[in-house]
């Protein structure tokens, strides 16, 4: 009876394994490589950098004032497309780009910390010769990693506009995705296939913008896209709160807070921690907008951002 108990067991443990095999193969979606052959044809322009190809555009005179523009933590720079094009008609450089592991960046085996997207934009502006001070701007994510960028090179920022910036978000991932292996497997099985569509919550009126998630899912057909996900989840951007960059509080760099007042993904009363910690910051709640509102109510922020920027030549 034990002997024939035992096949049981490991009969079912054969079968659970089996299934979770499949389960994992069947929503894979990762089965294509960045390369060349992928960047054929693509939008921007691409240089190698320390830990890989970056894919980049600039937009504007080449005499104008250079602002650098940070996505979030998964959308690829087409997040920022009417304010670049609004800067630009205003005569400014707009730089954006995409960090590895977005869009048809390189998806190297990186950290994914705080250190790892400082080190690929200040690796950028040096390869595409922007020396001097520039203004940076960031959206969510994007918004930590301009904030860490202006505390770690005060001396290269003019200013900084942060538009529904995620600080704090969480102290830690949930536990699974901490796991090593589990939590690969959950990003594959669980959370990568609804990522596309869950952009949509970013925004108050999804109807809107009916192709969010359709540009969204290209990249996702790349290897290591979840990878560079899990990794920044399991890594210290969200978890750093605004009062840690100290040397940013202290400096006079001028800031601006762009905060739309129906955020759901980084609630509108996480403005007030920012706002202690730089109490010179120039603060706009934007009314009928979620946590884009430089889409949703575009012409808006984007008077407020050409605004602040003439302010502080």
Do not use: C
């Not at 750093?240 to 129906?262: C, D, N, Q, Y």
């Amino acid at each position: 009876m034990k002997k024939s108990g035992g096949i049981v067991t490991s009969s079912v443990m054969v079968i659970a394994l089996l299934s979770a095999g499949g389960l994992y193969l069947s929503r894979n979606q990762e089965h294509k490589t960045v390369d060349a052959a992928a960047r054929s044809g693509a939008p921007g322009k691409f240089v190698k950098l320390d830990d890989g190809v970056t894919q980049y555009e600039i937009g504007g005179p080449d005499s104008g004032r250079a602002i650098v523009l940070l996505s979030g933590a998964t959308v690829p720079y087409y997040i920022w497309d009417s304010t670049a094009n609004a800067l630009a008609t205003k005569g400014l450089r707009v730089v954006r780009y995409n960090y590895f592991g977005r869009g048809l960046s390189d998806r190297p085996k990186l950290r994914y910390d705080l250190a790892t997207y400082d080190h690929q934009l200040t690796n950028l502006l040096d390869a595409i010769g922007l020396r001097s001070p520039v203004d940076v701007a960031g959206v969510s994510m994007g918004g930590v990693i301009a904030a860490n960028f202006a505390d770690q090179h005060p001396q290269r920022v003019r200013s900084l506009i942060l538009v529904d910036p995620a600080f704090s978000m969480f102290e830690h991932p949930p536990l699974p995705l901490r796991i090593p292996g589990v939590g690969e497997y959950i990003m594959t099985t669980a959370a990568g296939p609804g990522m596309a569509k869950g952009q949509f919550d970013d925004f108050l009126h999804p109807e809107r913008h009916p192709d969010w998630a359709t540009r969204y899912e290209p990249q996702m057909q790349y290897k290591g896209f979840l990878r560079s996900m899990l990794r920044t989840s399991r890594g210290d951007v969200f978890t750093r709160p605004a009062s840690s960059f100290t040397t940013l509080a202290k400096s006079h760099i001028p800031v601006l807070l762009v905060w739309g007042k129906e955020d759901r993904t980084v609630p509108f009363a996480k403005n007030a921690a920012v706002r202690a910690a730089y109490p010179n910051a120039e603060f706009h709640p934007i009314d009928s907008a979620a946590h884009l509102p430089h889409i949703e109510q575009a012409q808006v922020v984007d008077s407020i951002v050409l605004t602040f920027l003439r302010a502080h030549p």
